[in-house]
């Protein structure tokens, strides 16, 4: 199983991440001066040798391909695998860069700096992109990162190879739920899930029910599914966690779920929403809403 990077850009750059930086324009950089004089060379996958004249400005973000993947392409909010080279357009000061090794699991917009999402976006899997990211988008709101010799108004040059992507919700056909005693769930348009709880006691036995069934690869006892959860107490009427409000999804093996999460995602299928109840020993239970975005 790839573990998941405890920061993504470690500690130098994605704790300087400002709230609310993961939403982005929907429209597709396009590329520009700066984007055309920076030189790549390597296979995707593999540490880029990168070259630029110093000091490289954009005062505006912009991407382009320097390999042209022929996967599916990225609209926005799609959790992706990624390998990536950062360095200070004015200095030509490599910053950090990932391990190339495979080692990484998925990552979402929200982990990133703002210019990193965005130069995703209308992007597809199995490319390389540059981005020229502007300080606006990168540092400059953090007032830089002098600790780095990166000053609050450096362009960022970046080189992101897309290994590979995942849904950013489930987006299977809607199943009517027949069976009575489920909690009802509605979903915002970006996938986030609301529940209403019946006021019945708890259920003293497992169940679980398929909101929508997806047409992706089936879930094995072998699989390791990337998934959005939320989980909830049905007594206290409270979500105790919630991907959707970390804004990162979970990546996990079949062995470190409960038996009775595990039993409702055998056989599933990528792009469905699960809803499972187990009770406790206390007379409460927790309520689960899963969407199953891929499976590795």
């Known amino acids: 199983m790839r573990t998941a990077p405890a920061l993504?850009?470690?500690a130098a750059?994605?704790?300087l991440t400002l709230s609310g930086c993961s939403s982005a324009p929907s429209d597709c950089l396009?590329?520009?001066?700066?984007t055309e004089q920076v030189s790549v060379s390597g296979d995707l996958g593999s540490t880029p040798t990168v070259s630029f004249p110093t000091p490289l400005y954009a005062q505006k973000t912009q991407a382009q391909a320097d390999i042209v993947g022929d996967g599916e392409r990225l609209e926005g909010g799609e959790p992706v695998v990624i390998d990536w080279s950062i360095y200070d357009g004015r200095t030509g000061k490599l910053i950090e860069a990932s391990p190339y090794d495979g080692s990484l699991g998925p990552v979402s917009s929200s982990q990133m700096l703002p210019g990193m999402a965005r130069a995703l976006e209308c992007q597809t899997v199995g490319s390389r992109v540059?981005?020229?990211?502007?300080?606006d988008d990168a540092l400059g709101p953090a007032g830089g990162r002098p600790d780095l010799g990166v000053n609050k108004d450096d362009t960022l040059i970046i080189v992101l190879d897309i290994e590979r992507a995942y849904l950013a919700k489930a987006n299977g056909a809607d199943v009517p739920v027949v069976e009575p005693g489920f909690p009802s769930v509605v979903t915002a348009p970006d996938g986030?899930?609301?529940?209403?709880?019946p006021k019945s006691d708890a259920p003293t036995t497992a169940k679980f029910t398929t909101l929508k069934r997806g047409d992706g690869a089936t879930v094995t006892k072998s699989s390791t599914v990337i998934a959005h959860m939320l989980q909830?107490?049905?007594n206290s009427r409270t979500v105790s966690q919630s991907t959707w409000s970390d804004g990162t999804p979970?990546?996990?093996?079949m062995d470190s779920v409960p038996d009775e999460v595990k039993k409702a995602l055998i056989g599933s299928t990528v792009g469905s929403q699960l809803l499972v109840l187990v009770p406790s020993d206390n007379g409460d239970a927790t309520i689960y809403v899963i969407d199953v975005l891929g499976v590795d």
């Open 232 to 234: 909830a107490s049905w």
């Open 30 to 34: 396009t590329p520009g001066d700066a």
């Open 8 to 10: 993504l850009v470690s």
């Open 130 to 135: 540059v981005a020229a990211v502007a300080a």
């Open 192 to 197: 986030t899930p609301g529940l209403t709880i």
């Open 13 to 15: 750059l994605v704790t």
């Open 250 to 253: 979970r990546q996990f093996a």
